[in-house]
């Protein structure tokens, strides 16, 4: 157990790297875009992307889960899991420009149509990506892990500057996404040996764990992204937009520290399931340090918010102050119980997430749309 204690002391390293270098590139992204494009912008985006992460959520059995979390996986498993991403990427395109037109009509913006068409082009990239990479987790190899993230964000990064200087448009928000699923695939293959094969062979052994993570998976979309569709809906791109940035300010202490913490430690959790009086050790340690780092990045954010709207996002996104002052006190609450479904997961109890997430759902929503 020593050695998987240092797989996740490093790997967590590794992963707080990574945050902090894509948190850094992203936040200098959202600083000049800020500048550079107009709150509706980001808002028609926004919009796509909920549509988007609400077709993905129907299908979102997390085989990658399924595949850390079972320490005996062969290559059935993960040849099963690779055609199921193929497929569910093509059929996510294919729904994607069917209902374009619709969802144009529903928000009133034509623009939208088009969005969604490139984007759906993305979404059937994406599904090719090698599944082999899972492996680099499994094995605690996060520095591999890193490359991976990082080249891949810089790639998006990239395109996205040069589109906004020339374009002063959405669509360089589109087209850095696009650049990175791209580049995503190539790379996940040139860093990986591993060649997948079309296999369905395994496909009752993955579904019997992952069925729990997909309703799971809608519940959490409901609470994450139900805000998208009635600000978007009901305020407008414009309302959306603002409300986006806000909440990607308000979480960059909080969030961004937690979630590199958590994808660190689940492979180490889930070696370490067979003794319980470890794993409980294991969780307390993690919970403290989670504690003791998003506490007062939570708190200083509600104090600086309005310094911190003036001197990155300028005068024009003066209304989003309150805003990020919500979203941060939320955002820590919400961070302190991420740690929690690493042990569930790793314990193959994934019924307890869905029971607890479909609680959330059931008490935020109805507020929500109140």
Do not use: C
Request: overall charge positive; hydrophobic content about 55%.
């Amino acid at each position: 157990m020593e050695a998987v204690n240092k797989g996740m002391a490093k790997g967590a390293i590794w992963t707080i790297m990574f945050k902090f270098v894509t948190r850094g590139i992203g936040l200098l992204s959202t600083v000049i875009l800020a500048r550079l494009l107009i709150p509706e912008d980001f808002g028609l985006v926004a919009i796509a992307m909920a549509i988007i992460g609400a077709l993905e959520v129907l299908s979102a059995f997390s085989f990658d889960t399924v595949l850390i979390q079972n320490q005996q996986a062969e290559r059935k498993h993960y040849d099963t899991a690779w055609t199921f991403g193929v497929i569910v990427g093509a059929i996510q395109a294919m729904l994607l420009v069917l209902i374009a037109p619709w969802v144009a009509d529903f928000y009133d913006d034509q623009r939208l149509v088009a969005i969604m068409y490139v984007l759906a082009l993305g979404r059937l990239v994406t599904g090719t990506a090698n599944i082999g990479m899972v492996a680099f987790r499994k094995d605690l190899q996060f520095h591999k892990d890193f490359q991976y993230e990082v080249t891949k964000k810089l790639a998006g990064f990239t395109t996205t500057m040069i589109m906004a200087y020339t374009l002063r448009s959405y669509w360089a928000l589109i087209g850095g996404m696009i650049t990175g699923s791209v580049v995503g695939v190539g790379l996940s293959y040139l860093m990986q040996s591993y060649r997948p094969r079309f296999s369905l062979e395994a496909t009752g052994e993955l579904f019997h764990f992952s069925k729990w993570l997909l309703i799971n998976n809608m519940l959490l979309f409901l609470v994450h992204q139900s805000s998208s569709f009635i600000i978007g809906k009901i305020g407008g791109p414009h309302e959306l937009g603002v409300f986006t940035v806000s909440n990607e300010i308000s979480n960059l202490p909080s969030t961004d520290l937690v979630a590199p913490i958590n994808r660190a430690i689940f492979p180490g959790y889930a070696k370490m399931s067979s003794q319980l009086s470890i794993l409980r050790q294991g969780y307390v340690n993690v919970f403290s340090a989670i504690t003791y780092f998003v506490l007062p990045a939570g708190v200083g954010i509600v104090l600086l918010a309005e310094p911190i709207v003036h001197l990155m996002l300028g005068a024009k996104w003066a209304e989003a102050v309150p805003l990020i002052q919500i979203l941060a006190i939320s955002g820590t609450i919400a961070a302190l119980q991420t740690n929690q479904g690493s042990v569930y997961l790793s314990l193959g109890r994934p019924r307890m997430l869905t029971m607890l997430a479909g609680i959330h759902a059931a008490l935020l929503v109805p507020a929500l749309v109140f």
